[in-house]
């Protein structure tokens, strides 16, 4: 989410055509973890929805947020068709606070690495203010283990350690993968998908 007049330009541009991650289900890395996901959900840069419908389905109380207009419409529309409940805004995910509700838990597919520094350190700050005590933060992101070339910057254990390290118990961080379109065209990543790191964040009571 490049919060510039250039990186929005550049999700809208990837939405009129088969963005990469948008894979037409749930990531398989929340899929997986979907037992430790409690009560209200957020999910932040949600795209067209697949994850948070995923959750929708297992009965929480779901909301999700993009920065852009498409793929909220999308997400509506995937939500009414399968006669599932979620509110999904269009919503900037560095104004958190302007939802005017809290969460128990959240969910994060590929946002956080698309942050510049300055905009990490309010986005984390951002979700400290509708995180729960004791709630989680789920996030996939791309790792420093996945070769440079295609897709967003890479992030190390210790950038995330670092960005979560006042008011956050990073609990757990392992390498995963991102599932990504197979019919996705003029990009390249690492056999098997890009590799990212899989982390479970709580908030301090």
């Not at 510039?4 to 550049?10: A, L, S, T």
């Given at each position: 989410?490049?919060?510039?007049?250039?990186?929005?330009?550049?999700?809208?541009?990837?939405?009129?055509?088969?963005?990469?991650w948008?894979?037409?289900?749930?990531?398989?890395?929340?899929v997986?973890?979907?037992?430790q996901?409690?009560?209200?959900?957020?999910?932040?840069?949600?795209?067209?929805?697949?994850n948070?419908?995923?959750?929708?389905?297992?009965?929480?109380?779901?909301?999700?947020i993009?920065?852009?207009?498409?793929?909220?419409?999308?997400?509506?529309?995937?939500?009414q068709?399968?006669g599932?409940?979620?509110?999904f805004l269009?919503?900037?995910?560095?104004?958190?606070?302007?939802i005017?509700?809290?969460?128990?838990?959240?969910?994060?597919?590929?946002?956080?690495?698309?942050?510049?520094?300055?905009?990490?350190?309010?986005y984390?700050?951002?979700?400290?203010?509708?995180?729960?005590?004791?709630?989680?933060?789920?996030?996939?992101?791309?790792?420093?283990?996945?070769?440079a070339?295609?897709?967003?910057?890479?992030?190390s254990?210790?950038e995330?350690r670092?960005a979560?390290?006042?008011?956050?118990?990073?609990?757990?961080?392992?390498?995963?993968?991102?599932?990504t379109r197979?019919?996705?065209e003029?990009?390249?990543?690492?056999?098997?998908?890009p590799?990212?790191?899989?982390?479970v964040?709580?908030r301090?009571?």
């Amino acid at each position: 989410m490049d919060r510039n007049v250039h990186g929005r330009d550049r999700f809208e541009q990837a939405y009129h055509g088969k963005p990469p991650w948008d894979i037409g289900r749930p990531q398989q890395i929340f899929v997986a973890a979907a037992a430790q996901v409690e009560g209200a959900v957020l999910d932040a840069g949600c795209g067209t929805g697949e994850n948070a419908l995923f959750f929708a389905q297992r009965g929480h109380s779901v909301t999700g947020i993009d920065f852009l207009e498409h793929p909220i419409a999308e997400a509506r529309r995937k939500a009414q068709e399968r006669g599932l409940s979620a509110t999904f805004l269009v919503q900037d995910a560095l104004r958190l606070h302007d939802i005017d509700r809290s969460f128990d838990s959240v969910i994060d597919c590929g946002l956080f690495h698309v942050f510049s520094d300055d905009d990490r350190a309010r986005y984390v700050s951002s979700l400290a203010g509708v995180v729960r005590p004791e709630g989680r933060f789920f996030m996939a992101c791309f790792s420093d283990l996945e070769p440079a070339g295609d897709g967003p910057r890479r992030v190390s254990q210790i950038e995330i350690r670092e960005a979560f390290a006042q008011g956050w118990h990073v609990e757990s961080i392992q390498q995963t993968r991102f599932e990504t379109r197979t019919d996705a065209e003029d990009v390249q990543f690492s056999e098997g998908g890009p590799i990212a790191w899989f982390c479970v964040i709580r908030r301090s009571p």
